[in-house]
């Protein structure tokens, strides 16, 4: 999905005459509804030609001219989008970026003098990677959530030379006396079994690790619950943090109820996080200053560039989209970051601060 680094790149992105940013709204399922998302889409085209029209009539016919460069990268509008979203950038001149999204973004088209990042922002915050571990005593799977894709980065068998454990009878250890106790089959299996989970869990957090790259992303443990407990409390602190376990995931659970469960299990983890960034958020701006709160305040940071994290609520994306565009391209000017927020996080962000905020790196004298 984009990282910061990419929206930074379309941020620098511009056209002589202006930019067509068009956002394309997929999950129709009912086949009567085959290409009902164009005719969203194509509403909102038809609007914005129409403010051009009204306010500035010689950008129409650089208007038109991205329109059709992007009609030529959009699904076949009789058909399903195919994808939750879509998002297309343009110039008269060229098509800047053109691909599906894995997550639902609303309809729209604007032109401006560079992309219209806002929606995309959103549907990167709502779907986020992560990482999941699916493991019993001698098998792990390791999977990587990224782009609506559920991808295994590896797949690990602990040692399996521990002789026959069945074998029935007495087994005897090298000891330097006589007369030492010999072990039976079901003690070497189960000391075998514990060889071997040690084992496992040992060589599982470097490819636990690479699988969560340098972000921080929530990670998912589920199989046997011994294993899985021992495999969190392996992991190191920076990663333990993130890691929750599940205890209705199995080794060999089929993939599309793998990734449900998954995503529903994202879904929850993130909600609780934000309660708790915003509550300490809101805390933190109260005491020391370090955050914007409300959409003076923020204004306020952005002009002195102060901002961090750039936070805005789904109410306010959607209803003053012009205004969030232009303060997610500040905060990327000014090397900060942007997420939103859902949930109650979201409804808490509306109530308290306008549905608009910011982390700031340093106090701001104008900021309350």
């Not at 088209?109 to 001698?138: I, K, M, Q, T």
């Not at 690790?209 to 046997?224: K, W």
Request: net charge negative.
């Amino acid at each position: 999905m984009f990282d910061r680094a990419e929206l930074v790149r379309l941020r620098g992105a511009s056209g002589v005459q202006g930019v067509l940013s068009v956002y394309a709204s997929g999950g129709d399922r009912d086949p009567a509804a085959q290409g009902a998302w164009f005719l969203r889409l194509d509403q909102e085209v038809r609007a914005e030609r129409k403010r051009l029209e009204e306010q500035t009539p010689v950008e129409v016919a650089g208007f038109d001219a991205a329109w059709t460069r992007l009609l030529g990268e959009l699904p076949s509008r009789e058909s399903f989008l195919g994808a939750p979203g879509w998002v297309g950038f343009a110039s008269p001149e060229r098509v800047i970026h053109a691909a599906a999204l894995p997550a639902a973004v609303p309809a729209f088209a604007g032109w401006e003098r560079s992309p219209c990042l806002a929606p995309l922002a959103a549907a990167r915050s709502y779907s986020r990677p992560f990482v999941a571990v699916l493991v019993d005593h001698r098998h792990a799977r390791v999977f990587r959530y990224e782009d609506g894709a559920l991808t295994e980065t590896h797949d690990h068998t602990a040692d399996r030379s521990l002789g026959d454990l069945n074998e029935v009878g007495v087994r005897k250890r090298a000891a330097t006396h006589s007369g030492m106790r010999g072990q039976t089959s079901h003690e070497a299996a189960h000391y075998g079994i514990v060889e071997a989970t040690e084992r496992l869990v040992r060589e599982l957090v470097e490819p636990v690790r690479e699988a969560v790259g340098a972000e921080v992303v929530p990670i998912f443990i589920g199989g046997d619950d011994h294993v899985a407990h021992a495999l969190r409390q392996a992991l190191p602190a920076e990663l333990r943090d993130d890691a929750q376990l599940l205890g209705d995931l199995y080794l060999r659970m089929p993939a599309t109820e793998l990734k449900q469960r998954l995503e529903a299990a994202r879904t929850s983890a993130w909600a609780e996080r934000s309660q708790r960034r915003v509550g300490g958020w809101l805390e933190d701006g109260r005491s020391r200053g370090r955050a914007a709160l409300g959409l003076d305040d923020t204004w306020r940071a952005l002009g002195e560039g102060a901002v961090d994290v750039l936070l805005l609520s789904q109410r306010f994306y959607r209803e003053r989209l012009q205004e969030a565009n232009r303060l997610v391209d500040l905060a990327l000017d000014q090397g900060g970051d942007v997420e939103m927020l859902d949930g109650e996080a979201s409804e808490r962000l509306d109530q308290e601060t306008e549905g608009v905020g910011a982390v700031l790196r340093f106090a701001v004298a104008a900021v309350r």
